[in-house]
């Protein structure tokens, strides 16, 4: 029940913090979003690569990861990099942000594919969500769309992982291409993850915090 729900309660942990939180963009955001990133990433490689290369053939694999970094790199020209920690919209806007919408609802939903009983990646999905949670709550309550609007967005975003979880286990049709599918949700991992990593060090300044932060990460995924 938890490969459901989990993603669900990150949704909620990152309502909860955007309202404690409010305006200010907190450092603690930044390192959760680093120990997220790390912690994703090393999941990924000590979890879900071995699985899927221990399924599909070698360079199947390999075509299929780099279709999922550039599926991610095309969605992130409309959602603006919200799957990694970033939203930029004009404040002002009245229009409902479609595009930010549709394209995150499609990363949560591929997401929820590779989350099964006999893998560990529930808990990289549900840290991976919890700060990009707080980032799209925060932006939301910032902007002028309406409470209903709002509200939407947040449960509709919610459910689109354990859908893709609850196909990928229950549908037939899925089980065929299930190791495709998770082979490009790696490629979407690895992408998302290493672009976190990347922008959370700003100007390659030295942070030990935020050196401490990954490795724990990476640890903690170890021995998970
Ligand atoms: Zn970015
Ligand atoms: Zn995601």
Do not use: R
């Amino acid at each position: 029940m938890n490969k459901y729900l989990f993603p669900i309660y990150a949704i909620l942990i990152g309502v909860v913090i955007a309202f404690i939180t409010k305006k200010q963009k907190s450092v603690h955001t930044k390192l959760l979003l680093s120990f997220s990133g790390a912690f994703l990433l090393a999941l990924t490689l000590f979890d879900l690569l071995p699985e899927v290369y221990h399924h599909l053939e070698a360079k199947q694999t390999g075509l299929f990861i780099m279709c999922g970094i550039l599926l991610q790199i095309i969605l992130e020209f409309f959602s603006k990099g919200a799957e990694h920690g970033h939203v930029h919209m004009h404040k002002s806007n009245t229009i409902f942000p479609w595009l930010l919408f549709l394209s995150l609802c499609l990363h949560s939903f591929l997401e929820g594919f590779p989350i099964h009983q006999h893998n560990d990646m529930v808990y990289g999905v549900l840290i991976h969500k919890i700060p990009i949670a707080v980032l799209i709550t925060a932006f939301l309550l910032q902007s002028s769309y309406s409470k209903l609007q709002i509200v939407s967005f947040l449960i509709i975003f919610a459910l689109m992982t354990p859908l893709g979880t609850y196909i990928s286990n229950n549908l037939d049709i899925a089980s065929a291409y299930i190791n495709i599918i998770n082979a490009v949700v790696i490629g979407i991992f690895l992408h998302i993850s290493t672009t976190i990593l990347f922008e959370s060090s700003e100007g390659h300044k030295f942070n030990l915090t935020k050196l401490i932060v990954i490795c724990l990460g990476v640890v903690i995924a170890y021995f998970i």
